[in-house]
Antibody, heavy 119, light 107 residues
Framework: QVQLQESGPGLVKPSETLSLTCTVS??????????WTWIRQPLGKGLEWIGY???????NYNPSLASRVTISKDASENQFSLKVNSVTAADTAVYFC???????????WGQGSPVTVSS | EIVLTQSPATLSLSPGERATLSCRASQGVSNWLGWYQQKPGQAPRLLIYDASNRAAGIPARFSGSGSGTDFTLTINSLESEDFAVYYC?????????FGGGTKVEIK
């Protein structure tokens, strides 16, 4: 049973960089069967797909965020990470990491990591 | 970007009643539509994939139907643990998008 766990600062200052890590257990970020994904949810609002990284490092981002987002992975730690630069209050949200089997829907999620952008 | 519109925004029902939730896509998504359930403080949980297939471990009272632009999630005989927010999601085109959600609340 795969498990995903987000970690990172809960408070980021405006104009700085938001950084989160997702640690995967019970599965491997080098598995060719999955895309490793980030999704966010502003408080009380809906879900927004941010992007994913594949087993070989290919990334695909939401065009609305692509200029500010980087997703990377560390196979040795079995982790993948999210960076969002130049953050504003609009980036305040709960950030989820999730697993997407190829050609399928998000079948495993982390519990979510709340991030507030404030000075 | 494909816009998914869910209705109603809130559904007030009693345990044992049937819930019917709608998701409409701004363009056809074939059957590449899924449904998720989210409870407060939790991550979403996949209920239905490819419009009508229940995910592993999902009770039979949950069913999905539809194709193209109009989809329905039906929950037969609501149980107490079913009161939650439900989201639809399309995966035919990037960026993947979600609907705004339907909250099923206890009447």
């Amino acid at each position: 049973q795969v498990q995903l766990q987000e970690s990172g600062p809960g408070l980021v200052k405006p104009s700085e960089t938001l950084s989160l890590t997702c640690t995967v257990s019970g599965g491997s970020v080098t598995s060719g069967a999955y895309y490793w994904t980030w999704i966010r949810q502003p408080l009380g609002k809906g879900l927004e797909w941010i992007g994913y990284i594949s087993y070989h490092g290919y990334t695909n981002y939401n065009p609305s965020l692509a200029s500010r987002v980087t997703i990377s992975k560390d196979a040795s730690e079995n982790q993948f990470s999210l960076k969002v630069n130049s953050v504003t209050a609009a980036d305040t949200a709960v950030y989820f990491c999730a697993r997407e089997p190829h050609g399928a829907f998000f079948d495993s999620w982390g519990q979510g990591s709340p991030v507030t952008v404030s000075s | 970007e494909i816009v998914l519109t869910q209705s109603p925004a809130t559904l007030s029902l009693s345990p044992g009643e049937r819930a019917t939730l709608s998701c409409r896509a701004s363009q056809g998504v074939s059957n590449w539509l899924g449904w998720y359930q989210q409870k407060p403080g939790q991550a979403p949980r996949l209920l239905i994939y490819d419009a009508s297939n229940r995910a592993a471990g999902i009770p039979a009272r949950f069913s999905g139907s539809g194709s193209g632009t109009d989809f329905t999630l039906t929950i037969n005989s609501l149980e107490s643990e079913d009161f939650a927010v439900y989201y639809c999601q399309q995966r035919i085109n990037w960026p993947f998008t979600f609907g705004g959600g339907t909250k099923v609340e206890i009447k």
